[in-house]
């Protein structure tokens, strides 16, 4: 019976070890969190009226960017350097997505100049 005892002792101990998704180290493995290709920029009040969110915004160079306008009004994000421009973005749209080079960029909204931000995008 001591016998019986033991040995289901160990079968379940082995069992919970496979359940648990243990390694033979001991340690039960990580899966690194995914890095999302597309990082959104919003186009929304929520740094006061007329602003960008993140702002700086910081993205790799190997990622796409995304700008949202979460704003009741139309908006139109070009770099200042003007090599991007999202075109006209109505209340609820989004642009294309955008590979940007590496670099420090600033940026505006041509319908609301005073609206500014700025793109940090890293070397990978």
């Not at 040995?7 to 033979?24: D, F, H, I, K, P």
């Not at 929520?46 to 796409?64: E, K, L, M, R």
């Not at 090599?83 to 209340?91: A, E, F, K, Q, Y």
């Not at 319908?111 to 793109?119: A, F, Q, R, W």
């Amino acid at each position: 019976m001591r016998r019986l005892s033991i040995g289901m002792l160990l079968a379940s101990l082995v069992l919970m070890s496979a359940c648990t998704g243990m390694n033979e180290a001991g340690s039960i493995p990580t899966t690194p969190t995914p890095v999302s290709h597309v990082v959104t920029v919003d186009v929304a009040e929520i740094n006061g009226p007329f602003s960008f969110y993140p702002n700086p915004a910081t993205v790799g160079s190997d990622q796409t960017v995304v700008w949202r306008n979460s704003d009741a009004v139309t908006h139109r994000v070009v770099l200042d350097k003007g090599s991007v421009d999202t075109g006209n973005l109505p209340s609820g749209t989004a642009s294309q997505p955008m590979a940007i080079g590496a670099g420090t960029w600033s940026y505006h909204c041509s319908i609301h100049p005073e609206m500014v931000g700025t793109l940090k995008v890293t070397a990978p």
